[in-house]
């Protein structure tokens, strides 16, 4: 089971590929609009990703004046044969999923492995690149609900059914993500697995981040904030934090769809503090809930 990528590891909190890629750069990275670009590697079904959405979410708030986030999918599933036999079984992941989720203090249940797993995280990832044809925020959207619908709701969301669903919810026009999907996003997912193999990326979540000079620092895995913040500081020293509005309204009308430790992050208050008062919001009517048996999803009335 070492070989599976699903298999994350909460110590270095990394989903790592099998075959680790050297690094051969052809080119340098296109410098953004802002004084810092992130590249962010990522894919919808690395349970690790999801553990960082806390951070990733505060970072945006803090420093999105100053940086601007590119996301790129790495391809952590191509299928489960191609690591001649190596790699496990889609029940073995169930267990780490449910384990995993109490470690990150997200919400993630692996009931999907055992019900109707993926044969893969290629279609997401290739649906993901459809919409961003479309729209980069739409398409943040849209994978942020493909996420809740494999880690909380137990979807296959290789399935075109869930996918078109959430590109729906996201604001995208679906006939024209259907014919993207099966074209255009295709050569677009292999572009990003192509840029993954230069910078040598081995597992998921890494960010690179760049400054305007072409220097990058390289965040790998689950980190604490400060991480993220640190490299930020390393290409952009003196970077201002911008100040937000930690009210419950403000931080739901910005993330429609908050867990209890997203919500404890942004808000600036710990775990139980933070669930104590979104329980009592919920049970005066202001959210609503997604409860699974590894933590609640509080939404926005109007998500």
Not at 256 to 262: M, R, S
């Amino acid at each position: 089971m070492k070989n599976n990528p699903l298999l994350c590891d909460t110590e270095s909190g990394i989903c790592e590929l099998p075959s680790a890629p050297v690094e051969n750069i052809e080119g340098t990275i296109e410098p953004g609009t802002k004084p810092v670009k992130i590249i962010y590697f990522t894919d919808p079904i690395c349970s690790t990703c999801w553990g960082i959405e806390p951070q990733l979410r505060k970072l945006k708030l803090e420093y999105g004046q100053l940086v601007e986030v590119e996301y790129r999918m790495g391809g952590l599933l191509p299928d489960w044969s191609y690591n001649s036999g190596g790699i496990s079984k889609p029940t073995d992941v169930a267990p780490h999923w449910d384990e995993v989720s109490h470690y990150y203090k997200m919400p993630i249940v692996g009931d999907v492995w055992l019900e109707d797993p993926l044969h893969s995280s290629y279609p997401p990832s290739v649906a993901f690149k459809a919409a961003q044809i479309q729209d980069e925020d739409k398409a943040i959207v849209f994978l942020r609900r493909i996420r809740e619908m494999v880690f909380l709701e137990k979807k296959n969301i290789t399935r075109w059914e869930h996918l078109s669903e959430a590109a729906g919810y996201a604001g995208l026009d679906v006939a024209l993500f259907e014919q993207d999907y099966r074209t255009r996003a295709v050569v677009l997912f292999q572009e990003d697995l192509q840029l993954a193999a230069q910078w040598a990326v081995r597992g998921f979540p890494t960010l690179l981040v760049f400054n305007r000079e072409g220097r990058h620092e390289k965040v790998y895995g689950f980190k604490p904030y400060e991480v993220f913040e640190g490299a930020i500081a390393k290409m952009h020293p003196g970077a201002p934090k911008a100040w937000y509005s930690k009210n419950w309204q403000d931080l739901f009308s910005k993330y429609p769809t908050l867990t209890t430790q997203e919500f404890a992050v942004l808000a600036g208050q710990d775990f139980d503090t933070a669930e104590n008062q979104l329980s009592t919001l919920a049970k005066d009517g202001f959210l609503q809930t997604y409860a699974t048996p590894n933590g609640i999803l509080w939404k926005s009335p109007v998500s």
